[in-house]
């Protein structure tokens, strides 16, 4: 049963304008012009609800339909096109940027001691109209002696864990029967050259130039 109507809310129902319009009585707030209601006059349908076999083998269809439809788009000649333009795309970009990197790895040390030469005291980017070649220095730092051989590696994991173990134990990494050595743990000590880290274990990497490019062009 619906609630009583208010006192106001009587009074606006009643001040609505009724429309005959194509069988259908539509409320006209008179205020506004806005339509607030339709009626039909046919009684409410009930909403529609899978409950039986031929419903759900309705439902079925229409899926299958909708799926159809999704399926139909993409083998539209349009899509089909746009989808071999964006392939090839892909490919010429991809082309195009191993290009640029050979360039620069050719022409890397080059261009560094070019750029770096043409900076004044105090600057660190030279700059054109083409782009900019920015030069860093990359401080030096002590790394892990690297092995290709397979068992050499594993055996050097066991002796930078063992070296760890009495020199920094905040380097070993300890999880469910393993132990690793993490050499991020050692903090500054890896950037002093001067420090007591074992020769057959670590190494030292000078520091070293470093360039990037930027042309500024959009990609």
Known sequence: MEAPQTGVEASAS????????GG???QIDPATG???????GEPAKEP??????ERLVWFLSR?????SGI???SSTPEVIRAYAIVRQAEDMTSRLTAQRENLVRWQYNAVLETAAGLLKRGERTYRSIF?????RLKPGRWKVRQHAD???AMSMDDRLVAWAETHAPEAVKVVPEVRKFLISKLGKLTSQPDADLPDNLFVWEEPTDTLSIETFVRK
């Not at 529609?48 to 076999?53: E, L, P």
């Not at 782009?131 to 030069?135: A, M, P, R």
């Open 71 to 73: 399926a139909a788009i």
């Open 131 to 135: 782009g900019n070649v920015s030069v």
């Open 24 to 26: 259908m009585l539509l």
């Open 14 to 21: 009643q001040a609505r304008e009724l429309i005959n319009f």
């Open 34 to 40: 806005e339509v607030v209601q339709v009626d039909s």
């Open 48 to 53: 529609f609800v899978v409950n039986s076999h």
């Open 150 to 152: 397979y068992n050499a």
């Open 63 to 67: 899926i299958q339909e909708i799926d």
